[in-house]
């Protein structure tokens, strides 16, 4: 039972309305005081215990970021953008000759073929002089028109169900299909006709095209990886964290060949320096 201190007993009540001011009656006020703080200084410790208790538990558990940690709706936008983003990478074609001299703005297809279109006109130039060609002595067109005639020819053998079959250095064969085949022959046609109008010739690095599309697939599978995750699927996304399409899977870089000491002639008397 708890105590309040506005309230006196009848005990309390005798003993003040007969002997005022008496001692026994202080000493009991004092007592009935100390009793009314106990359970509330009781319930208030046990409080600050239990919270402190809390924080320690959850100040020890650890947090770690996942590739599930944005919501759905998000990780979808970004990897729609990423997706968007690395096709419009591969298929941008822009002739503005002021968008051709700005190499990031110029589609990776695109430059596949202007280098393409660079090679085509040194052959055409070539055929010309050779004797037993059938472009020799003639107008450039005729050249143009027959390396055209070579990209059709694989577009119709592709359409009947003839397809080629590509043997790499290492022996790897690799047959391929017949739109592949097809898209060959369209994309020679097209460097033809860039060759025929474009004025400036122009020689694209590969290996800068390499880097790009590397690059871009690489945050492309990263963002998809995201989306799986936001689903629940942290098995295949982790498993697709480990693909690498490009960075280690691609021939050894190209460097250029040792320059070759300038042969000797046996002929000539070789000089010693005068001391």
Same mark, same amino acid.
């Given at each position: 039972?708890? *105590?309040?201190?506005?309230?006196?007993?009848?005990?309390?009540?005798?003993?003040?309305?007969?002997?005022?001011?008496?001692?026994?009656?202080?000493?009991?006020? #004092?007592?009935?005081?100390?009793?009314?703080?106990?359970?509330?200084?009781? +319930?208030?410790?046990?409080?600050?215990?239990?919270?402190? +208790?809390?924080?320690?538990?959850?100040?020890?558990?650890?947090?770690?970021?996942?590739?599930?940690?944005?919501?759905?709706?998000?990780? #979808?936008?970004?990897?729609?953008?990423?997706?968007?983003?690395?096709?419009?990478?591969?298929?941008?074609?822009?002739?503005?000759?002021?968008?051709?001299?700005?190499?990031?703005?110029?589609?990776?297809?695109?430059?596949?073929?202007?280098?393409?279109?660079? #090679?085509?006109?040194?052959?055409?130039?070539?055929? #010309?002089?050779?004797?037993?060609?059938?472009? *020799?002595?003639?107008?450039?067109?005729?050249?143009?028109?027959?390396?055209?005639t070579n990209g059709a020819k694989r577009i119709l053998r592709?359409?009947?169900?003839?397809?080629? =079959?590509?043997?790499?250095?290492?022996?790897?064969?690799?047959?391929?299909?017949?739109?592949?085949?097809?898209?060959?022959?369209?994309?020679?046609?097209?460097?033809?006709?860039?060759?025929?109008?474009?004025?400036?010739? *122009?020689?694209?690095?590969?290996?800068?095209?390499?880097?790009?599309?590397?690059?871009?697939?690489?945050? =492309?599978r990263f963002n998809y990886a995201k989306y799986l995750a936001?689903?629940?699927?942290?098995? $295949?996304?982790?498993?697709?964290?480990? +693909?690498?399409?490009?960075?280690?899977?691609?021939? $050894? $870089?190209?460097?250029p060949p040792k320059q070759q000491p300038p042969p000797v002639?046996?002929?000539?008397?070789?000089?010693? $320096?005068?001391?």
């Amino acid at each position: 039972m708890m *105590y309040h201190p506005t309230e006196l007993d009848e005990d309390e009540r005798a003993l003040e309305q007969a002997l005022p001011g008496n001692d026994e009656l202080s000493r009991r006020r #004092r007592k009935r005081r100390a009793k009314s703080w106990k359970f509330p200084l009781i +319930v208030c410790s046990g409080s600050l215990l239990l919270g402190a +208790v809390l924080i320690l538990i959850v100040g020890r558990t650890p947090q770690t970021a996942s590739l599930g940690d944005a919501p759905l709706s998000e990780t #979808r936008k970004s990897y729609l953008e990423a997706r968007d983003h690395m096709v419009e990478l591969i298929t941008r074609y822009d002739r503005n000759p002021q968008v051709l001299n700005q190499n990031n703005k110029t589609g990776l297809i695109q430059k596949l073929i202007l280098n393409d279109a660079t #090679r085509i006109a040194e052959a055409v130039n070539q055929q #010309r002089s050779e004797p037993k060609n059938p472009a *020799y002595r003639k107008h450039e067109s005729v050249g143009y028109f027959l390396a055209s005639t070579n990209g059709a020819k694989r577009i119709l053998r592709a359409a009947n169900g003839e397809t080629p =079959t590509l043997v790499w250095s290492d022996g790897t064969k690799e047959k391929l299909s017949p739109s592949q085949t097809m898209a060959l022959g369209l994309i020679q046609m097209t460097a033809v006709v860039e060759a025929q109008t474009l004025p400036v010739r *122009y020689n694209f690095s590969p290996a800068e095209l390499i880097t790009d599309l590397a690059t871009h697939q690489s945050e =492309t599978r990263f963002n998809y990886a995201k989306y799986l995750a936001s689903q629940n699927l942290s098995d $295949p996304a982790a498993e697709l964290q480990q +693909v690498n399409e490009f960075q280690q899977q691609l021939a $050894p $870089p190209i460097t250029p060949p040792k320059q070759q000491p300038p042969p000797v002639n046996p002929k000539e008397p070789k000089t010693t $320096p005068k001391p």
